[in-house]
């Protein structure tokens, strides 16, 4: 069964950066639209960024300019560059993808999370 991996959060000081990643952990015959979520302590989770199949981007208003999404769709893979960090990006970010498996119709999928935490 598919599912999506996080990697590459971590502590970071105000101003550095992180690079955050994702891939599904199974097979799938195609992808769609994928995208980053975060969840700050005591907020609703909310869309960071989105990116279609031909990398068409949309950008939450608190991150434009200072986060980049990229993907690669040889890897399935959905990155985001995260620059000029502040410490109100603190978050457990999620990925997302929707995901067409072998045999499967298309799906929605979400990632366990990685916790990125910017000190001030």
């Known amino acids: 069964q598919v599912q999506l991996v996080e990697s590459g959060g971590g502590l970071v000081q105000a101003g550095g950066s992180l690079r955050l990643s994702c891939a599904p952990s199974?097979?799938?015959?195609?992808?769609?639209?994928m995208g980053w979520y975060r969840q700050a302590p005591g907020k609703q989770r909310e869309l960071v960024a989105t990116i279609t199949a031909g990398g068409s981007t949309n950008y939450a208003d608190s991150v434009k300019g200072r986060f980049t999404i990229s993907r690669d769709n040889a890897k399935n893979t959905v990155s985001l560059q995260m620059n000029s960090l502040k410490p109100e990006d603190t978050a457990v970010y999620y990925c997302?993808?929707?995901?067409?498996?072998?045999?499967?119709?298309?799906?929605?999928?979400w990632g366990q999370g990685t916790q990125v935490t910017v000190s001030s």
């Open positions: 199974g097979s799938v015959f195609a992808v769609n639209a």
């Open positions: 997302n993808a929707d995901l067409w498996r072998v045999g499967r119709p298309w799906d929605n999928y």
